[in-house]
């Protein structure tokens, strides 16, 4: 009895009423295909059961099917959902995904992790470390495949793809100087993050454009501790009616430890925070916080550097505008309301 052989992309082609260049395009993830010519390459794959061979195609062609992403290893929201939103963004393209996880936030190990990914032959990278190492690095780094950055320095030439973090920074403080807030007080995130830099930017921009009093800022590290060690000190100050806190994960340490010095959000305090975690809406009081996009920059990212794959021109550098979530940690404070009620 004959072995039944696995299905070619010969076998696809005829299926679909295409050439075997076109099916050849669509599994690379070539843009210059027809939605529609697209959609029936891919019905006639699944059909058959065909699966490309990628080594065979990395051998023959000196580049595989394979996006790099080079990461930081951590459980923070952002960071994790921008690498979810990429991985995502290429295997819908048609790409698989290989990802290099830093040892350490350190020039060695960036230019270790891109080295490993060009070591299997990937046909571009994405770099998702936004702290002024990794950029540093990455202006040293010479690659023979394209390369775009997530977050990080904009002043370089390679194409980067972010939040406008410092438009969000604006935005988290002017919404509590509209409540009628004299004066806004910040903790950040940590003093390397690019992140971190332009929401503290976006925070003095707008107390400086009402004129506001620029308290001095908190140091954070994006936990929940640190916003707690910083809403203890920040409970102490009875004039402190209104905090920008650099993440959700600090706005959480910031309510406890207001809750716990009998300080009422938003009764005395307002807070706002920045990401809008899943459970930012579950917190006591719920959080009013800056949504960040990722699927949009995930999808602008690979867009990138299929432009760069293709020998198309590059967008350049790309910001996602946040947008604001109202919830129940904001109001005005307490001498509004009593004015507004004795009016």
Known sequence: MEARRDPAMTDVARLAGVSHQTVSRVINGQTNVRAQTRLRVTAAMQELGYRPNRAARALASGHSDQIGIVAQ?????????LLKSVEGAAVQAGFGVSVAVLAALDRASVEDAVNRHL????????????????????????????LVMIGGDRSQEVPCVGIDQVLGGSMATQLLLDAGHETVWHVTGPPDSFDSIDRVQGWRSALARAGAEVPPVLAGDWSSASGYQAGKMLARIEDVT????????????????????????????SVVGFDDLPESGFFIPPLTTI?????????????????????????????????????DSLAPPRRIGRAQSAS
Do not use: C, K, Y
């Not at 959480?252 to 009998?262: F, K, N, P, S, V």
């Not at 999808?299 to 350049?316: C, K």
């Open 73 to 81: 290893p951590t459980h923070l929201f952002g960071p994790a959902s």
């Open 119 to 146: 070591e299997q032959r990937v046909r571009g990278i994405v770099v998702i470390v936004p702290v002024v190492s990794a950029a540093e690095a990455i202006r040293d780094v010479h690659t023979s495949v394209p």
């Open 242 to 269: 209104a905090v920008f806190a650099a993440n959700d994960q600090t706005a959480l340490g910031i309510l406890r430890a207001l809750h716990e010095h009998g300080r009422d959000v938003p009764g005395d305090v």
């Open 291 to 327: 949504r960040q996009d990722f699927e949009d920059v995930g999808r602008r990212a690979l867009r990138a550097l299929l432009a760069q794959i293709e020998a198309e021109p590059a967008p350049g550098h790309e910001l996602v505008e946040p947008t604001i979530v109202l919830r």
